[in-house]
Structures are given as C-alpha cells and as structure tokens.
C-alpha cells in the first residue's frame, strides 16, 4: 500500500503481531491508569452530536481526544459505519486518505494488469462481485445472485427477447466459487472469467515472502489479485453490507477517473 499521505499526516508505530502485552511494552506504559480500553463493539464514532437508529451507541471523538489517558485502545473499528465524519475539514480528510490509500506492490500490480489485458482491458469486461460465504452473506446467496443478475440486465438495454445474452465480458470475484447459486449467473451470461482462470498469471505470486518470518505470502495475495481486478472493469457492481465490495467500488471509480486524467 501506498503510505505517503499517511506518513505525511499521521503518526503510527509499526506493530509485528496483536499481542496487547507487547504493544502496552512497546509504548513504555506501567499503569493501568494510563490506558482506556474501548471494547464494547456496539459503538460508533462522531465527530459532531448526533442522533442516530443504528445499532451503535455515538461516542464523541472529541470528547475522546480529551482524555487523560496515553493509549486508547479500541477491540474493533471494523465497518465503514463506525467512524462517522460530518464535519467538512474531517470528511475531506477521510476521503483523502482513502483514495490516496492505494495498493503499489509492482508484482501484485503487474499480475492484475496482465489479467485485465487478456479479457481485453478495461473498456471490455464488467467487474461483479459476489459475496456468498460467512454469516447473513451464505443465508442470502440466492438472494444476492438474483439481485446481480437483474441489475446487470436492467443496465443491458441490449438484452431483450431477441437477444438474450449479454455480449459484454464478466470477471466474478467470489468467495465461494462452487455455490449452487451461482449456477442461475453463469446460465445467464455466457462470457464469465473468475480468477481460477488465470492461474498461470499468478505465478509471480509465489515469490512474494513475509520479511519477518519468510512465509510465502501466495494464499494471503490471491485474495487482493481478485479485489483489484474486479475494480478493474468499466462498471462495477457490489454486493451490498460487503466491505470488500465497498472497497472494490472506491478503486473502481478512483480507477476510472485516473482514465479520464
């Protein structure tokens, strides 16, 4: 990942594992007073009063920033729903920080453009994600498959009575490939890559090792490989509550408005 305007406005300390014990050694703290543990998972983050119907309880951040204590340690910021910024200068900021964010590791780089290339590059193929696996995701495959596949045919004006199929090439990022939901997408569009497809391009993957323990990265990338090509289409459409679709959606349009650049 590109760091630099990170590195140029915030500052963080590296950490090789999740071990709390080593992090609390590694900022010198003594005291338990000088820690405030936010675990409770139930909580959202404002940067101005709100009133919400989320599930979340709204903690201010800058009552937080007046706190007494030298770490703050949060159990989770995971969901684009915890930290909620409102005010204009906090707002552009976030949003800077995510289109400037961006991944650069060349191999992994120069595998997606490879893969783009030979469905016939950008203007040919539409990217689709589906995300079918964990929690209310595997409850709702079907349901999430019949919502694609009618999204892209309403978008497809040329696909009528006459002309059934969709011409325009698919790259589907999955997390379960064998899904028999799966099935109603691929009856319905005949020209379906997924990243199984291209597993000779993936080769320079197995070089890419850890630089603390040496572990081949390959299983950890191909992952990202599926993220980045997915983005990579000339429209992009999402399974909704997904943060990896979500993602994908902000490289999509970060993509395709350096195009036009």
Same mark, same amino acid.
């Given at each position: 990942m590109d760091f630099t305007f990170l590195n140029q406005n915030i500052k963080y300390t590296y950490r090789q594992d999740f071990n709390y014990s080593h992090l609390i050694e590694s900022l010198h703290i003594k005291n338990d007073n000088e820690v405030h543990n936010i675990t409770y998972d139930r909580e959202q983050y404002c940067d101005y009063s709100l009133s919400?119907?989320?599930?979340?309880?709204?903690?201010?951040?800058v009552e937080l920033s007046k706190r007494p204590e030298?770490?703050?340690?949060f159990g989770s910021l995971f969901s684009d729903l915890k930290i909620i910024a409102k005010l204009p200068k906090n707002a552009n900021f976030q949003n800077k920080l995510r289109q400037m964010l961006l991944p650069n590791n060349p191999t992994i780089l120069s595998i997606v453009n490879n893969i783009v290339n030979k469905i016939g590059g950008t203007d040919n193929f539409i990217g689709v994600h589906a995300r079918l696996g964990d929690g209310h995701f595997s409850r709702h495959q079907d349901? &999430? $498959? *019949? @919502?694609?596949?009618? &999204? $892209? *045919? @309403?978008?497809?004006?040329? $696909?009528?009575?006459?002309?059934?199929?969709?011409?325009?090439k698919i790259f589907l990022a999955t997390d379960i490939k064998n899904s028999e939901s799966l099935q109603l997408f691929f009856q319905?569009?005949?020209?379906?890559?997924?990243?199984d497809d291209f597993d000779d391009l993936l080769e320079p993957l197995k070089s890419?090792?850890?630089?603390?323990?040496?572990?081949i990265m390959y299983e950890f990338l191909v992952p990202f490989v599926d993220l980045l090509v997915v983005s990579r289409g000339k429209k992009f459409y999402r399974t909704y509550s997904s943060t990896f679709s979500k993602y994908a959606q902000l490289l999509n349009r970060i993509w395709l408005e350096n195009e036009l650049e």
């Open positions: 919400t119907k989320n599930a979340f309880d709204c903690v201010n951040l030298k770490l703050l340690h349901i &999430t $498959i *019949q @919502n694609l596949v009618e &999204t $892209i *045919q @309403n978008d497809f004006k040329n $696909i009528d009575d006459y002309n059934p199929y969709l011409s325009t319905t569009f005949p020209y379906v890559y997924i990243l890419l090792k850890n630089p603390i323990d040496g572990k």
